[in-house]
């Protein structure tokens, strides 16, 4: 496609937009003017005959004349006679119907059928002193119209549509022959100066064409004019002279751009250690976005060694040093191994998220996958230590999942690519509350509501964690059940049900049922001294469930 044919499906559609835009607008004006002018008018009509009609039979009461049938007729035929006196053109009409659907009066013959009788008086009965539009005689009108009780009249003052509405088509047939002549203008126009600007172009082109043709660097274009085009002509004929000083350039800085992507490569290899792989891709692609923080729905893990106080000051350094490291490098593979990135270690915790830099449409799902990809593994690294005759690790695990801020936080001399908010605080709650409820992990219920039905889950409480008043729900979690176990969780979460319903005798039978299945099961025990504590002193009224925590 030409650069004339560029320019003119650029331009022109711009302007006859405009065009378009400013007649629409001149044309809507003018329209409204007209209509509201013509609908005063018809309406100003309208009320004249409804005081003539008014004023005819009050004569007709002061006279006491309304109970002689004659009298009645006159006045019917003077307001019929004032009907006729307000025509203005042939195409108006004035009628009326009595109650049997008969014509009373008309300022012109009409035919009408009965059917657009029935039509014409059901839009009456639901309209109230409004214009409408409805036909008469196969002929489309617009109606306004008023009920005269002394006369049982529907009086209906009418004009054909295409009168009523004569002007506003006129000014839409001008409106159109204004654009279409304004468009003729603009595309000759647009031909005219396209061809002065483009001539100069192809005088450049068909230089370089010979240049590339012979390498005959000696060529150059006529300047031809002091404009844009000209200075076009000029700096190509500079260009020329400084190709060969820019050939060299351009070895250069090839050179160096080898140079630089092994220095890349290297610098991969070494943070690829300490930063995820999606991340430093992110990074060389777009260095700035890096420090714009960004809202994200992610799934957000606290991974914490129970008892480390305890451990470390039971080893040597080098030792602990070693059995941390193994414990380390076997979690971080887990969490990255499933598309997770590993955060930071705090001390002996690890923190990971999933969802970010790289969104995944599983990213909840593998989060709690891998929590238990973490607590298998486990089992692995404690036989190594009791081999090794060093002190096994327990863990605890928290995920939660909303809406966090994620991105570089830090200065310009040190940074992290880090989540911060609520939505990680609370994370953070959970792994802690695995102490509580002595529980290897730990799930909210924003998460529970991502990997329902995908993985066995079992409600634990309702609870409020230090520092907020909004309970949420906990769950615990596996791989998978069976036997006893499964059909355990299954009465507890139906005695879960009936706790919420202050049901605490059946909740209680519940929980009982669990311990039968499960002796030694902390929560049932937990949870069923809690049923029989509100069965013999209930709750307060409003009560919802939630164990307020008092600490982490």
Known sequence: MSIRSKIILVVLPLVIVTLVLAGTASYFAAAKGITRITQQFFGFKLNELRKYAENQWALLVENNYSGRPDMVLAAENAVEAYSHSIILSDTELIFALDGERAVAMATAEFDISEAEKAALLRTLEETDDELFNAPIGGVDRVIRAFYFTPFQWWILLTEKNTAFYRDVDSITLQTIIMIGAASAVVVLMLIIFTKLLITPLKRVIKTMDRIIGSTDLSARVEVEYQDETG??????????????????????????????????????????????????????????????????????????????????????????????????????????????????????????????????????????????????????????????????????????????????????????????????????????????????????????????????????????????????????????????????????????????????????????????????????????????????????????????????
């Open 231 to 552: 200075q076009l002509a000029h700096t190509f004929n500079l260009m020329i002279t400084e190709l060969e000083k820019a050939y060299t350039q351009i070895k250069r800085y090839a050179f160096d751009a080898v140079l630089a992507r092994k220095k890349e490569q290297r610098i991969r290899q070494i943070f690829q250690k300490y930063v995820p792989k999606d991340l430093i891709d992110k990074f060389f692609a777009a260095p700035e976005s890096m420090l714009v923080g960004d809202n994200r729905v992610l799934a957000i893990l606290f991974s914490d060694i129970r008892s480390f106080t305890t451990i470390s000051e039971g080893m040597a350094p080098d030792d602990l040093v070693k059995s941390l490291n193994r414990y380390f490098s076997g979690q971080v593979d887990i969490i990255m191994n499933r598309n997770g990135i590993v955060d930071k270690y705090i001390g002996d915790a690890i923190m990971a998220f999933w969802g970010a830099p790289v969104k995944h449409d599983d990213d909840a799902l593998q989060s709690v996958l891998s929590g238990l990809d973490m607590i298998d593994a486990l089992r692995g690294f404690n036989e190594t230590q009791r081999d090794l005759g060093k002190p096994e690790f327990r863990i605890g695990i928290g995920i939660n999942y909303g809406i966090v801020t994620v991105g570089n936080i830090g200065s310009e001399r040190k940074m992290d690519y880090t989540v911060i908010g609520d939505m990680v605080n609370l994370a953070s709650r959970m792994e802690g509350l695995t102490k509580l409820y002595r529980q290897e992990i730990l799930i909210s219920e924003s998460l529970y509501v991502e990997i329902q039905g995908k993985l066995p889950t079992r409600l634990l409480d309702t609870v409020a964690v230090k520092g907020k008043t909004r309970g949420i729900k906990i769950y615990t979690v596996k791989r998978s059940l069976a036997g006893d176990e499964e059909r355990a969780w299954a009465i507890h979460n139906e005695g879960m049900e009936a706790y919420y319903r202050c049901s605490f005798e059946d909740a209680a039978a519940k929980f009982q049922g669990v311990l039968d299945l499960l002796p030694g099961d902390f929560i049932a025990k937990v949870l069923l001294t809690r049923c029989k504590n509100y069965a013999l002193t209930p709750p307060p009224e409003g009560w919802d469930g939630i164990e307020v925590m008092k600490s982490k």
